[in-house]
């Protein structure tokens, strides 16, 4: 199998911040490289060396830099926008700058150029009983009696070809009903909400902390026939941000979905039971294997009943009401 090489450029107190976003992905193969370790290491140990390579001291200067490895095929590109979404996520919340301009490089090309590396693996997927997922530059070889969702996934999460996402979708074909409203924390590529609306919800709020999503989100809704007057998406945290949660808050919701990480789910439960109509389902996925009963317990402590728990490979989803 290939790999690709991801490197997040930060600093000596954001390794420990960075490190637990990229293993609450799953990622836990890490190599770390820190200036003020490494110079530590030499001091420590000076009596041992004769001399210290120039070349690894030079690499060694400069800004401390996680990295990892993900594997070169579709679950690691998707993989790859979950890394960028909550690191800039992280970045939100880093008012201090104490954790560097966490920027990402990929086998040394630049976030930029990410969306048309999905072009080489991406290719439709059936999903549940009703969908299938097609990315736009492809053609269906053959009629379908399916619901297809058109997607350019650009640099957003949410392609169908991950594991949260397909639990996510799974229920969602469950619980959406004809006439009622969703709303998508965390959206991505807009995935979640925009087939929500072809599966018959009359409308769709969708909210993710990274703008970029914003553009990507209403770009496949049109892309589907989805118009604005049924489809709202914004950007911004919706726990911390007052614009945010006014909009949101405009409506209650049959069926609320969040496929991110187990962390953001846990402090996302309050905010998300708030918004929800008597009697409505939360989804949320994202949950790495060994996190679920910490996120059903603390759904349970917000007054969510657990209804249903899904597992997939190394992933889980958690339906309540």
Known sequence: MDWIKVTIYTTSSGIEPVSGRLMQLGITGLVIEDENEFNDFLEETKDFWDYVDDGLIEHMKGETRVIAYVSDDISGR????????????????????????????????????????????????????????KPEWEELRAPTDRIVFNINPGMSFGTGSHQTTQLCLEQLERYITPGCRMLDLGC?????????LLLGAKEAVAVDI????????????????????????????????????????????????????????????????????????????????GRQEEVKAALEA???????????????SVVCK
Do not use: Q
């Open 188 to 196: 991505g590529s807009g995935i979640l909400s925009v087939i929500s």
């Open 302 to 316: 917000c007054g969510f009943n657990v209804i249903d728990m899904n597992r997939r490979k190394d992933w889980w």
């Open 210 to 289: 990274d703008p970029n999503c914003v553009d990507t989100a209403y770009e496949n809704a049109a892309m589907n026939g989805i118009d604005k007057s049924v489809y709202t998406v914004i950007s911004g945290n919706v726990v911390t941000d007052p614009k945010v949660r006014e909009i949101i808050s405009r409506h209650k919701y049959e069926v609320v979905a969040a496929n991110i990480v187990a962390d953001v789910i846990i402090g996302l439960a309050p905010a998300a039971r708030g918004y929800m109509k008597d009697g409505g389902v939360f989804i949320a996925s994202g949950i790495i294997d």
């Open 78 to 133: 998707e993989l790859l926008t979950g890394i960028r979404g909550s690191i800039s996520e992280l970045a939100e919340t880093d008012a201090d700058n104490a954790f560097g301009r966490l920027e990402i490089e990929i086998e040394g090309t630049r976030t930029e150029d990410w969306a048309n590396a999905w072009k080489k693996y991406f290719h439709p997927i059936e999903i549940g009983e009703r969908l299938l997922i």
